[in-house]
T-cell receptor, first 111, second 113 residues
């Protein structure tokens, strides 16, 4: 199973602050994904990223969110001005031929 | 839009009994159906999957069935053990690398020793 490392594991931030969540997939994959899971709820798709651009995004992924792959290895999710409702687990994922593999997640708490 | 329904939302069984979780999906383009187990505070972990050209797949105590005509699929766990306690998510996806995974709402399974 491909390894996907996410940092930090837990981040607490003040409402209105910017946060950057990082993902380092240890393999040569072309497609990267961010998913979100609010506590006690299902995992929801946020955005997919291919060839250095967004290939699909959900309605959750509004103008406050952005993704990039700044140095060819790290894959980041930025939330510009966090809201209380952004508190959730954020999972980075890569996909093989068909299977999806998730990182350990970053627990974001907005206070 | 794409949607995956899952029942029941909670399930409690005695150790050694079987557990069955059922899902339905809406997108006819879905061809791959993974099942994930998520323990508290951890990531979803793929436990078994089934593709649309197969009606049933088994891996030790876990089996999945798929009825593509009815858009139903299900997970069967036999001889349940306390360590099977977790949240289980069914999901649907197209059969390419770039298709996103659509998750069901999850089933919280408790196995009572």
């Amino acid at each position: 199973e491909p390894e996907v490392t996410q940092t930090p594991s837990h981040q607490v931030t003040q409402m209105g602050q910017e946060v950057i969540l990082r993902c380092v997939p240890i393999s040569n994959h072309l497609y990267f994904y961010w998913y979100r899971q609010i506590l006690g709820q299902k995992v929801e798709f946020l955005v997919s990223f291919y060839n250095n651009e967004i290939s699909e995004k959900s309605e959750i992924f509004d103008d406050q969110f952005s993704v990039e792959r700044p140095d060819g290895s790290n894959f980041t999710l930025k939330i510009r001005s966090t809201k209380l409702e952004d508190s959730a687990m954020y999972f980075c994922a890569i996909q093989g031929l068909i299977e999806a593999f998730f990182g350990q997640g970053t627990r974001l708490t907005v206070v | 839009g794409e949607n995956v329904e899952q029942h029941p939302s909670t399930l409690s069984v005695q150790e050694g009994d079987s557990a069955v979780i059922k899902c339905t999906y809406s997108d006819s383009a879905s061809n791959y159906f993974p099942w994930y187990k998520q323990e508290l505070g951890k990531r979803p972990q793929l436990i078994i999957d089934i593709r649309s050209n197969v009606g049933e797949k088994k891996d030790q105590r876990i089996a999945v069935t798929l009825n593509k005509t009815a858009k139903h699929f299900s997970l069967h766990i036999t001889e349940t053990q306390p360590e099977d306690s977790a949240v289980y998510f069914c999901a649907a996806k197209g059969e390419t690398s770039y298709d996103k995974v659509i998750f069901g709402p999850g089933t919280s399974l408790s196995v009572i020793p």
